[in-house]
């Protein structure tokens, strides 16, 4: 980055504050999040709002994918493209995806991490969203290197990291530790931006 062959990067942590509860297990939680009406709509104004090419990544295809992108789908302008990507997408159609990106300044690929955190190389990607917690460095390592990429026109890249409290065993906020860890130790610049989801 320093020596120019990367992107200018900063990293923004929207750390969502939920009324406290506690879940028995991991997967209770993530089904509680994924399926958070407010948290999925914080996603999608995000979405609309931001300007330039960002890919969303998430986990679950049928939980969360897809409602997502029925959100986005339903909510950006008709103008802008829009692309589902997941484990059933032909290899084919993805390289596509990223042909097409290539040449875009504003579209939005909604995919899951499995296929887009690795192997995909697009320059012109200005946002990443991680609207899925997750603790594996070299997978949120490989995502950000999907954003880090130089592009023609694109002097910055963002990560927006969807980050929640909901009080109790929490494990999603440890997630979260280990991944400002991460960021420190790659010597990531990150703001945490507190909002109220209800």
């Known amino acids: 980055i320093k020596s120019g062959y990367l992107s200018k990067f900063r990293i923004k942590i929207l750390f969502c504050k939920h009324p406290a509860q506690g879940f028995e297990t991991y997967q209770d939680e993530i089904d509680y999040l994924v399926s958070h009406k407010g948290r999925n709509n914080l996603i999608k104004n995000l979405v609309r709002d931001l300007d330039g090419n960002t890919l969303v990544l998430f986990n679950y ?3 969360h994918g897809e409602p997502l992108h029925e959100l986005i ?5 008709s103008d802008r493209k829009l692309f589902f990507v997941h484990g059933g997408t032909d290899v084919q159609d993805r390289e596509e995806v990223r042909q ?3 040449l875009e300044d504003n579209a939005v690929i909604i995919a899951s991490y499995g296929t887009f ?3 995909i ?3 012109r990607l200005h946002n990443i969203i991680f609207a899925s917690p997750s603790k594996s460095r070299i997978r949120n390592l490989q995502s950000i290197g999907r954003v880090l ?3 023609e026109g694109k002097e910055l890249a963002t990560l927006y990291d969807i980050a929640d409290d909901i009080g109790g065993r929490n ?3 440890k997630h979260l530790d280990e991944r400002v860890n991460i960021y420190k130790g790659e010597n990531f610049k990150y703001e945490v931006i507190r909002i109220n989801l209800q």
């Open 171 to 173: 494990y999603t906020l």
């Open 100 to 102: 097409i990106t290539e």
């Open 61 to 63: 295809i049928e939980k």
């Open 149 to 151: 990429r130089k592009g």
């Open 73 to 77: 789908n339903n909510s950006i302008d």
């Open 121 to 123: 190389n697009i320059k």
């Open 117 to 119: 955190s690795t192997g």
